[in-house]
């Protein structure tokens, strides 16, 4: 009768020992999952907040029917923009004897740039590719960015090899470009 007893007994240890194994293996499997969708959300969010601050300017650059197209030679820099004076090249557009442009390191005085005028108002933003790929670099730099938490919280790192090349060939090429 005792082999009976420690049967039952060791028959209901390996029937909690699996459940025990299933509740854990479910555990793991919805932590896994709540892992990947955090990662996911972030890495989405990241790109967005990417593109966000790159369309500011870059729907100027890269939408140019309609707009003001000109030079301006820079005369003066300081406190986040530089000035000068505008001149039209596109139809329709107006001289300024002064514009806003945003200083940067691609801006120098005593240089001329061509940019677009900003509807509204005496700022302007550079175009051309040089102006394409500077609107963009915030965008570059998210890719960076987002390429680490992909590798790393994602655990996919083909994707996050092509997401950080990406970037870094995108900043490369507006470095070189400007």
Do not use: N
Not at 153 to 178: D, E, K, N
């Amino acid at each position: 009768m005792p082999s009976a007893v420690s049967s039952r007994r060791g028959s209901s240890r390996g029937v909690s020992r699996r459940s025990s194994r299933r509740v854990s293996r479910r555990s793991s499997a919805v932590l896994r999952l709540g892992r990947l969708a955090a990662m996911g959300v972030v890495t989405v969010l990241i790109l967005i907040a990417g593109v966000w601050a790159s369309w500011g300017t870059a729907q100027y650059v890269m939408l140019t029917k309609g707009r003001e197209r000109g030079t301006v030679a820079v005369t003066s820099c300081g406190a986040g923009t530089c000035k000068g004076a505008y001149t039209p090249l596109s139809p329709g557009s107006q001289p300024r004897a002064e514009v806003v442009l945003e200083d940067t390191v691609a801006v120098a005085e005593g240089r001329t740039y061509t940019v677009l005028v900003k509807p509204g108002g005496t700022e302007v933003v550079r175009s051309g590719p040089a102006g394409v790929l500077h609107a963009w670099v915030p965008l570059g730099g998210a890719l960076m960015l987002a390429s680490v938490v992909v590798a790393g919280g994602l655990r996919r790192t083909r994707p996050a090899w092509v997401m950080g090349v990406s970037g870094v060939a995108l900043v490369t090429a507006a470095f070189l470009v400007i």
